[in-house]
């Protein structure tokens, strides 16, 4: 299963990008998602996930407030609206699937964001 990140380009600070994961011919219906990014130098973190019905969101302190996570059932996808960018937000931005209890299993190939100032 090979997961679809997209979305990600140049923003200014304060702007907004929407990144996308999807998973062209399989169902991310039962599958919790996660966010992580990985910047030039740094271990790569958790920004964001979602479980598989929708129901809880979880965002880390960095981006709570700015990034909203969700999921469009229909459309096998889900989306990562980022506002109020900063520079330190800059990174490459990879999406992640996982089954309940389970450690993340499939894995997109990362798309860039890069936030000036």
């Known amino acids: 299963v090979q997961l679809q990140a997209s979305g990600g380009g140049l923003a200014q600070a304060g702007g907004s990008l929407r990144l996308s994961c999807a998973a062209p011919g399989f169902s991310l219906g039962r599958y919790a998602i996660g966010w992580f990014r990985q910047a030039p130098g740094e271990e790569r973190e958790g920004v964001s996930c979602?479980?598989?019905?929708?129901?809880?969101?979880y965002y880390a302190d960095s981006v709570k407030g700015r990034f909203t996570i969700s999921r469009d059932m229909a459309k096998n996808t889900v989306y990562l609206q980022m506002n109020s960018l900063e520079p330190e937000d800059t990174a490459v931005y990879y999406c992640?699937?996982?089954?309940?209890?389970?450690?993340?299993?499939?894995w997109g190939q990362g798309t860039q964001v890069t936030v000036s100032s």
């Open positions: 992640a699937a996982k089954l309940p209890l389970r450690n993340y299993s499939y």
């Open positions: 979602i479980t598989g019905s929708g129901a809880s969101t």
